[in-house]
């Protein structure tokens, strides 16, 4: 049920609230906010909104940079990190104009409300339910500099392989063994379980936490499916979560996807399904994986679109040091059942009807899940659109393990970008899909694109400590 903003109100009375807090989101999908006193909501704030500089966010706007905030009721939230009681709530950028004022198209809670517009506008569906996955290094120690003396960065957890000639009690996990390991050994557990009671509180409904491969301390959250829109929201607001109740615990969290050389990285799996009228779109009993004809055209239009998908899917550098053989991350454009090295893997456990669906492997949270989340939408109705089918065009289904297939079998493969350069080049090449209904503005991705372009250029200007250990005796 949609909140009022009464409900709001009364909502603020009744938890002595002090203070009503809003969160926004900048280019790079980071939260920023804004905070006033509780006693100066009201219904006007709810019109008039709160003004802030666009451009101090990263949107290169042609109009004039002074927008308005305006908070969405139903993301009303009670903020269990802030000593004084404050409610928070995120919404909508908006450009001032008379008589009204207009959505800001760049900004990324409008842009995945856009795709939902597409969606429905096409008649395919009505509402896409997404379940990301997750994965994250909980550490105890982080530390690293970048100077003219000193090129370094320094990790550490507790229950690492690496401890156990300093770990007192011997609770120590083996390298690339931590999976679903049980206490002793699983040091954060209870953090991970007030993790999950502070999103419970949020509105988000958790399936299970567990750690995950990695023995230096990863795990994973998976919530469960939901709503594209909240979903989006909810995305923010666990990430928001986890590093909080990291730091409550004395613990560093992070979703960089390679923070550390020889062990697993950390993906954002993107399973999703498409509803119509309360009925399953991606359903057939009679077809692959029980999958039907429009799920293979959405597949193949991810799987069409994949390389420029990566660039906002995986937007940093360090993303592209975890899509690498020899994990469990996707290096191969295809799809197949219950195969974690294609990037796209449908679940065998999925039997039910209304829950048959598939997973994008190659996300990292890095992204901004509002700009992600719509393009792998824009992509999915693209393939719909132009029946793109992903047999036809040879991306499966692989029921192998695609690591383990010779040379010859491998050359034929396609595979996805090595590097956020590469990825970029993909998306200055396609992106008629993302731009089509005006979902993604023009200016918006030359912007994004120009912005990743110069990360590119800095990183790869700055010397590696490995480096040292190829070249420095040379």
Request: hydrophobic share 40%; proline share 6%; with cysteine.
């Amino acid at each position: 049920m949609s909140k009022s903003v009464n409900d709001i109100i009364a909502l603020i009375k009744e938890n002595d609230i002090k203070m009503v807090d809003f969160k926004m989101v900048d280019i790079n999908g980071q939260y920023r906010h804004v905070t006033i006193p509780a006693e100066n909501f009201s219904e006007d704030t709810m019109k008039s909104g709160i003004g802030f500089d666009a451009s101090n966010y990263g949107y290169a706007v042609v109009e004039k940079s002074d927008m308005v905030f305006i908070p969405d009721p139903d993301t009303a939230v009670i903020d269990p990190f802030c000593e004084i009681p404050t409610l928070s709530m995120t919404g909508n950028a908006m450009i001032i104009e008379s008589p009204e004022n207009r959505p800001l198209a760049q900004y990324p809670r409008n842009i995945i409300k856009a795709a939902v517009k597409a969606m429905q506008d096409s008649g395919v569906a009505d509402t896409m339910y997404i379940l990301p996955e997750f994965e994250f290094y909980l550490f105890d120690d982080v530390t690293w500099g970048v100077d003219g003396n000193y090129i370094g960065a320094s990790v550490d957890a507790k229950q690492s392989y690496w401890n156990s000639t300093v770990e007192g009690h011997g609770v120590v996990v083996p390298k690339q063994k931590n999976y679903h390991i049980a206490k002793p050994f699983d040091i954060s557990y209870e953090c991970r379980s007030e993790m999950c009671m502070h999103m419970k509180d949020a509105g988000i409904e958790i399936n299970y936490h567990h750690p995950e491969v990695a023995a230096s301390g990863q795990f994973e959250i998976e919530p469960q499916l939901g709503e594209v829109v909240h979903m989006a929201d909810a995305t923010m607001m666990i990430k928001y979560i986890i590093h909080n109740t990291a730091l409550k615990y004395g613990k560093s969290a992070t979703f960089m996807p390679k923070p550390i050389y020889g062990e697993a990285g950390s993906g954002m799996h993107v399973h999703m399904l498409l509803m119509k009228d309360g009925k399953p779109v991606f359903s057939d009993d009679n077809g692959y994986a029980h999958l039907s004809e429009t799920a293979h055209y959405f597949m193949g239009g991810l799987l069409k679109h994949i390389a420029s998908i990566c660039a906002i899917a995986n937007p940093s550098t360090n993303s592209f040091k975890r899509l690498v053989p020899g994990f469990e991350a996707p290096v191969t454009v295809g799809y197949a059942t219950s195969n974690r090295s294609a990037v796209i893997r449908i679940p065998a456990y999925a039997k039910s009807p209304e829950k048959r669906r598939f997973e994008l492997r190659n996300p990292d949270a890095t992204c901004n899940p509002y700009f992600c989340y719509a393009a792998i939408l824009m992509a999915g109705l693209d393939g719909i659109k132009n029946k793109i089918d992903p047999h036809a065009n040879g991306w499966g289904p692989y029921d192998v393990n695609l690591y383990h297939l010779s040379d010859e079998e491998k050359a034929k493969l396609h595979h996805l970008p090595t590097s956020l350069d590469e990825a970029l080049d993909a998306l200055e090449a396609d992106n008629d899909y993302l731009t089509a209904d005006g979902v993604f503005p023009k200016e918006l991705l030359a912007n994004f694109i120009k912005a990743k372009r110069e990360e590119c250029r800095q990183l790869a200007a700055i010397p590696h400590p490995a480096e040292f250990d190829k070249y420095y005796n040379l």
